[in-house]
């Protein structure tokens, strides 16, 4: 099926989009180690420490948003999804998947035209603004976001897709909907989340 190819393809990007973050938090971590070293052993921390990380934090906090989604690591109330079945639970969650897609399209809408404001190729470095301390261009920072955010959409549409063709389509009502975050283990233990 369409459905399963596409979650398939998109599940390969965001893996790749959850290693980086967790690269990114890797490096600052090491770069924690080189500023604490330099500062303790030769009384000169690492020049931009702060600005480095300022530039580092989009990477940790974002790119691992939609591989999140995917496996249903956000945090939610349940209290009445584990009691729903079938079409009931998956109406609901075509429900709830799609004010988030909305959301999530604003939030696109809106970091991009952020990070558009920040973008200036007339400038230093194509940079309007940049970090206090050394100068880094913040519109590579302010890009991640939108990209993140996009690749959230697509995944939120994805689950849209499958909530939606199970509603109109499956007849089983223990039947796993393609492409969403139910998964067979909770299926079996009595609750979809």
Same mark, same amino acid.
């Given at each position: 099926?369409?459905?399963?190819?596409?979650?398939?393809?998109?599940?390969? @990007?965001?893996?790749? !989009?959850? *290693? #980086?973050? $967790?690269?990114?938090?890797?490096? %600052?971590?090491? +770069?924690?180690?080189?500023?604490?070293?330099?500062?303790?052993?030769?009384?000169?921390?690492?020049?931009?420490?702060?600005?480095?990380?300022?530039?580092?934090?989009?990477?940790?906090?974002?790119?691992?948003?939609?591989?999140?989604?995917?496996?249903?690591?956000?945090?939610?109330?349940?209290?009445?999804?584990?009691?729903?079945?079938?079409?009931?639970?998956?109406?609901?969650?075509?429900?709830?998947?799609?004010?988030? @897609?909305?959301?999530? !399209?604003? *939030? #696109?809408? $809106?970091?991009?035209?952020?990070? %558009?404001?920040? +973008?200036?190729?007339?400038?230093?470095?194509?940079?309007?603004?940049?970090?206090?301390?050394?100068?880094?261009?913040?519109?590579?920072?302010?890009?991640?976001?939108?990209?993140?955010?996009?690749?959230?959409?697509?995944?939120?549409?994805?689950?849209?897709?499958?909530?939606?063709?199970?509603?109109?389509?499956?007849?089983?009502?223990?039947?796993?909907?393609?492409?969403?975050?139910?998964?067979?283990?909770?299926?079996?233990?009595?609750?979809?989340?």
């Amino acid at each position: 099926m369409i459905l399963r190819r596409f979650d398939r393809l998109l599940l390969v @990007l965001e893996r790749a !989009l959850a *290693l #980086v973050s $967790g690269c990114a938090v890797a490096s %600052l971590v090491l +770069l924690a180690v080189v500023s604490v070293g330099g500062r303790k052993l030769f009384n000169a921390p690492l020049p931009g420490y702060v600005d480095w990380t300022e530039q580092v934090m989009p990477l940790i906090a974002f790119l691992g948003l939609s591989y999140a989604q995917r496996n249903d690591g956000h945090i939610r109330m349940d209290m009445l999804t584990r009691k729903l079945r079938g079409r009931m639970l998956w109406t609901l969650e075509a429900f709830t998947t799609s004010a988030m @897609l909305l959301l999530t !399209l604003l *939030l #696109v809408w $809106g970091t991009g035209a952020h990070f %558009l404001r920040s +973008l200036d190729f007339a400038a230093p470095l194509w940079s309007r603004d940049s970090s206090i301390d050394i100068a880094l261009p913040l519109w590579p920072a302010k890009l991640l976001v939108p990209i993140a955010f996009s690749v959230l959409a697509v995944r939120l549409a994805l689950q849209l897709w499958g909530f939606v063709h199970a509603c109109l389509f499956w007849r089983d009502p223990n039947a796993i909907p393609i492409a969403t975050p139910i998964d067979e283990d909770d299926q079996e233990a009595g609750f979809a989340h």
